[in-house]
Structure formats: structure tokens, C-alpha cells
């Protein structure tokens, strides 16, 4: 199983960022897949996650309105769409598969993830 992220940078706030995350080894359209971050110095928190078909999504409360996810099973692809970014959203952001039938209300708990991929960086400059 192997997941990869990638799309991050250095954007202003209120820029856009396009996060992507590629999936291998595994049966990619039975999974729920959730993104992640940590910030330098906190905890890791989950940001949203997806259902294996696409139809259902979540979202934590940080990030609602502003963020998308969405899925191609089709490309093994996952992405998470960050639109009117601000500082505190600089962070490494993962993704991450769970075994979990469905996606938890008000976005993804990390003890329910694992398999994870190595990070991608954003940074958010005010």
C-alpha cells in the first residue's frame, strides 16, 4: 500500500492550493481516504475525508467552506482543493486510508487511519 501526496508550496493568504494524492497497492475504490495535517509544534488533525464512491464528504469545522475534496477511482487520485487560504492553515498535510466503512461526522480521527503518505508541505504567508 503506498500513498502519495503532493501539490503543496508558498502561497498569501487568500491564494489557492490543489493537493493531490496518488494511491497504489490496493483496491483504491473500496477505501475511504482522509487528509491530514500538523502544524509545527501541534497535533496531527484531520481536515476532511471522502467515501470510496465519491458521494459523501466531511469536513472539520476549521476548513468547511473553504476546502473540497473530491476522488477520481478512476486515476487512483484523491484531491483536496484549499481555496482563500490563511496562515494558520501552514502546515504538512497527508493523506491517509482507513478501513472504516464510512467517513466520521465532522471530518477524520487519526486512530482510524493506517496507512499514510509522507507529507506535503503548505505554507501560508499573510
Known amino acids: 500500500v503506498q500513498l502519495q501526496a503532493s501539490g503543496g508550496g508558498l502561497v498569501q493568504a487568500g491564494g489557492s492550493l490543489r493537493l493531490s494524492c496518488v494511491a497504489s497497492g490496493f483496491t483504491f475504490s473500496y477505501y475511504v481516504i482522509g487528509w491530514f495535517r500538523q502544524a509545527p509544534g501541534k497535533e496531527r488533525e484531520g481536515v476532511s475525508c471522502?467515501?470510496?464512491?465519491?458521494?459523501?464528504?466531511e469536513y472539520a469545522a476549521s476548513v468547511k467552506g473553504r476546502f473540497t475534496i473530491s476522488r477520481d477511482n478512476g486515476l487512483n487520485t484523491v484531491y483536496l482543493q484549499m481555496d482563500n487560504l490563511r496562515p494558520e492553515d501552514t502546515a504538512v498535510y497527508y493523506c491517509?486510508?482507513?478501513?472504516?466503512?464510512?467517513?466520521?461526522?465532522?471530518?477524520?480521527?487519526?486512530?482510524?487511519?493506517?496507512?499514510w503518505g509522507q507529507g506535503t508541505q503548505v505554507t501560508v504567508s499573510s
Open positions: 491517509a486510508r482507513t478501513n472504516a466503512p464510512h467517513c466520521r461526522v465532522g471530518g477524520p480521527a487519526m486512530r482510524d487511519y493506517d496507512y
Open positions: 471522502i467515501s470510496s464512491s465519491g458521494g459523501s464528504t
